[in-house]
């Protein structure tokens, strides 16, 4: 029985069944991957009462445990949510195979052809938190890049979780595929999670989704190469040139469309020279914000809060925004440079050499000009689902979709040449 094993011996017995799955993932055509993930669309729509009722018992378990609100924000599915979550494994079977396209190719003197292709890595294993949608996102990508998965949710959504992969499961038997391609580490054992990250040989890659302390532990302990997603201190700067009313929208929607994703924005730097600040502070609190100001922003509203130096790098997934008054471009750079995370910066400018010096010196995966940061994701990138945001700079940066989850090996092709 899976419960009386250690979970290092139930990540091992799963990772082999893994690995002989991935063998025959990685063989499939086009067309199989892409009736895999049709069919797991309509299973998840044909059990979305099942689906539902999970969810609502996690949301109750953690009403009562007392989550905040933006983590019960990540964590409750609606029909229009589930809906979305089918439609979006949906959208990734339409996607390009990514499997087998030539990177580039070459010849060289001695007529040896060289081409560089992409191949799916192998087995991936995805530690995530909250968001049961992420259960159908990694699969549908792993899958439709080749890959077998490896699922490690969270508790707060183990109902959720199970119910979505249950359909997954379903969809990739009914299509002919094995299914243990897709795989749900069936304890909330934190063991498990270390079990895991220590299964070098045995998975691939580990991708962490979740918050600042999910993501350190996995950095800290895992032995298998990691696809980090860090947390998003996310800024958006208004310039002097702005639009005042482009910025009250953008700056409002960014960080008020929903406050617990990880493109929301949490700081707010405006140019001293702006002549609309006390306006655009008025609608952010207006919405709903609670805002947090240095000395020169609380000058402009009266009663707000102080914004201290934690706040700056603070990731509030909730309805709080910290601002600061800035000297112009080179004073928000300054700010961005000491605080971002490399997640996701915006300006509102109307300025565009100030907007493209903007975008050439912030160092983040996702760089915004006159848009709202909530577009960071990958589906509004017209990558279907996503995986996460990566922020560090090898492999894949950004949203993190097919091509993400694809390395690539070197073929060459000869006509009987032999090395001096």
Not at 42 to 59: S, Y
Not at 102 to 111: A, K, L, M, Q, Y
């Amino acid at each position: 029985m899976l419960d009386a094993q250690s979970p290092t011996a139930v990540i091992a017995a799963m990772a082999a069944r893994a690995r002989a799955a991935a063998r025959t993932i990685a063989r499939a055509d086009d067309a199989e991957k892409a009736r895999v993930l049709t069919m797991a669309a309509e299973a998840i729509r044909a059990a979305a009462p099942a689906i539902l009722a999970a969810n609502a018992t996690d949301v109750a378990r953690g009403e009562t445990a007392g989550l905040s609100g933006a983590m019960l924000d990540r964590l409750r599915l609606d029909e229009a949510r589930l809906a979305a979550t089918a439609d979006g494994v949906a959208a990734v079977a339409a996607l390009a195979d990514p499997v087998g396209q030539v990177i580039d190719r070459g010849e060289r003197p001695n007529g040896l052809q060289l081409s560089r292709v992409r191949v799916p890595i192998g087995v991936i294993g995805i530690i995530y938190e909250s968001r049961p949608n992420v259960t159908a996102d990694a699969a549908a990508l792993c899958l439709r890049s080749g890959n077998a998965v490896i699922l490690r949710g969270g508790s707060e959504a183990v109902e959720s979780n199970r119910a979505i992969h249950a359909a997954m499961v379903e969809g990739v038997a009914a299509a002919g595929l094995p299914p243990d391609a897709v795989q749900l580490v069936p304890t909330t054992d934190r063991a498990a999670v270390g079990a895991m990250l220590a299964a070098e040989g045995a998975i691939d890659l580990i991708i962490p989704r979740g918050g600042k302390s999910l993501v350190a532990r996995v950095q800290a302990e895992a032995r298998v190469p990691v696809l980090a997603h860090l947390d998003g201190i996310n800024h958006i700067y208004v310039d002097a040139s702005a639009d005042p009313a482009m910025a009250r929208a953008v700056v409002v929607n960014a960080k008020m469309r929903r406050t617990g994703v990880c493109g929301a924005m949490e700081t707010l730097l405006i140019d001293r020279a702006y002549g609309d600040a006390p306006a655009l502070l008025a609608a952010l609190a207006d919405s709903g914000c609670k805002v947090r100001g240095d000395v020169a922003a609380q000058a402009l509203r009266a009663g707000m809060a102080v914004a201290d130096e934690a706040d700056w790098d603070t990731e509030y997934l909730d309805a709080i925004c910290s601002v600061a008054l800035v000297d112009g471009l080179d004073g928000a750079l300054a700010h961005i440079v000491r605080h971002a995370s490399g997640h996701t910066d915006a300006i509102v400018a109307g300025d565009a050499a100030v907007a493209e010096r903007f975008l050439a010196e912030v160092d983040s995966a996702i760089m915004l000009w006159n848009a709202s940061t909530q577009f960071a994701d990958g589906g509004e990138f017209g990558l279907g689902a996503e995986i996460g945001i990566a922020t560090g700079r090898l492999h894949a940066r950004g949203p993190v979709a097919l091509e993400g989850l694809t390395t690539y090996k070197w073929i060459g092709r000869g006509t009987g040449q032999v090395r001096p």
